[in-house]
């Protein structure tokens, strides 16, 4: 399974040369007699040949991890056949008579969520069934990949400023009952409430100084007590003066100022660069005091 150049052709016949599709092999002609075979897969680019794929499930529930040459993060694929944006897909071998299982391959270094778990976050409170709150969508990459893990029971609701990204994520949503797209500012929350119900977490995404206050004002508005919050905070975008290190710090405290209990905090390096992926809970419920 030659990478464009001398393969072995997959059937009969000597050596193939192979015409590289995607990554991997695409259609390869035999040198010598029998057939040079066809590379198997071909679709988006996925991981080909006879290599069997092996799916298992992540600790994250939602997530899964292709296990092979090079392990990588996936999701079930709840549009079988269909890349978002020209991520690799892989089928997992079903058992006899079932229907093969389509998993998209999910890249850390576009996505600051994917990043998050392949970094090995403790807790994720986007998981199966589950009402998301997505503050700055963007084109809908990783929300694609949210809509993938909450599955058709849950919903995800992303919101995007940009009138550009807003149209990519809006088709994008097209193909995904489960992603309701709204093209408005973060910053007034009252402009899109009659869309949205109460969620269960909310991911922010918005490289934005004002970052904590925006979420904190989103979740008066629709987080449940309880609720979870994972913001992504790029530290340059907040004071690009100040150490990151100084910066998570003077976020974490303003959002402990506005009702959100941080639980853990994550570097996403190598991923991304002085970013970091902050968790944590909407109003806690308080325990201690009647034991």
Known sequence: MGKGGKGKGFDKGGKGKVKGKGKDGGKGKGKKGGKGGKGKGGKGGGKKGAAKVVIEPHRHEGA??????????????????????????????????????????????RSKLGAGIVGGIGSCFVKPGAKVLYLGGASGTTVSHVSDMIGPEGVVYAVEFSHRSGRDLTNMAKRRPNVVPIVEDARQPQRYRMLIGMVDCIFSDGAQPDQARIVAHNANFFLKNGG????????SCVDSTAAPEAVFAAEIDRLRKDGIKPKEQLTLEPYHRDHALVCGIYRAAKKKKDE
């Open 64 to 109: 899964f991890v292709s296990k092979g040459k090079d392990d990588s993060l996936v999701t079930r694929n709840l549009v079988p056949g269909e890349s978002v944006y020209g991520e690799k897909r892989l089928v997992a071998e079903a058992a006899d008579g079932e229907e093969k299982i389509e998993y998209r391959v999910w890249n850390p270094f």
């Open 228 to 235: 979870g919050v994972m913001i992504s905070i790029k530290a």
